[in-house]
């Protein structure tokens, strides 16, 4: 069994807009259809789970009514963390004894571009090391610093990735990961980093770079172009 966590509890303040980025406007739809349609779509999910905040869960009904959107069992209210939030549904999950060997793929709301092939990728990654995640290569130097904005050092760029999503986990590697991070007080801003803390290993996958995280406003600019892109290569929408 694979169930997807669909994260859309964000509130988007580094969008600086009024409107929740899940909702903004590619070519007429909102950026959550394009994310929820890649994961339906794929034949591999059997079932889709959504966080979000309380005040937009009724408007994500309409959303997926509006859209046909199949597959999605329940939207789920949010907590104050990403963390919290993917926690509750694994408890949740768990209280149903979905089978120990299932795989969680849990998905930024706002990456609507990955593809199937990437999700096939990943996946059986996750089968083969019990975690996985999609991302690429940095392409500029990365500096660490100190707390006061001195350079710490300079990590070779080579071995320097930026994690996207989904992260894929083995159902019983997630529950001990988020289980031992919450007894620990352990907060983290991804969610293999908590399987990293029980010492699991994780295999990093490249993806397209088109499987970005929309954050900031001029991404939009980008999402749109790649939108274009795809109507004229419709046979490659997913693939």
């Known amino acids: 069994m694979n169930i997807a966590i669909i994260c859309a509890g964000g509130n988007g303040e580094r969008m600086k807009t009024k409107e929740n980025k899940i909702f903004l406007q590619v070519n007429g739809k909102p950026v959550i259809y394009y994310t929820l349609k890649a994961l339906s779509d794929y034949d ?15 408007r994500l009904k309409k959303t997926i009514s509006q859209y046909g959107i199949n597959k999605v069992c ?14 509750h549904v694994i408890k949740k999950l768990k209280d149903m004894n979905i089978p120990q060997e299932s795989y969680l793929l849990i998905h ?31 392409i500029d130097t990365v500096k660490i610093i100190d707390e006061n904005c001195i350079i710490d050092h300079t990590p070779d760029r080579n071995k320097v990735w930026i994690a996207q999503t989904p992260q894929i986990l083995r159902f019983d590697i997630a529950v001990r990961a988020f ?8 907060l983290a801003t991804d969610d293999t980093t908590l399987v ?23 991404d939009m600019v ?5 939108y274009s892109k795809r109507m004229k290569e419709k046979s490659v929408w997913y693939a």
């Open 74 to 87: 329940s939207i789920e209210n949010a907590f104050k963390t990403r963390q919290e939030s993917t926690y």
């Open 179 to 186: 289980e031992h991070a919450y007894n620990a007080g352990f």
């Open 108 to 138: 930024n709301a706002v990456n609507p571009f990955v593809k199937h092939s990437e999700l096939d990728r990943c996946l059986d990654a996750a089968r083969q090391y019990g975690a996985s995640l999609l991302g690429f290569q940095a």
């Open 196 to 218: 990293e803390e029980i010492h699991g290993e994780v295999k990093f996958v490249e993806c397209s770079r088109e499987n970005f995280k929309i954050t900031y406003f001029q």
């Open 222 to 226: 980008l999402a749109k172009r790649i």
């Open 44 to 58: 591999k999910i059997d079932s889709i789970y959504i966080t979000a905040g309380e005040e937009y869960i009724e």
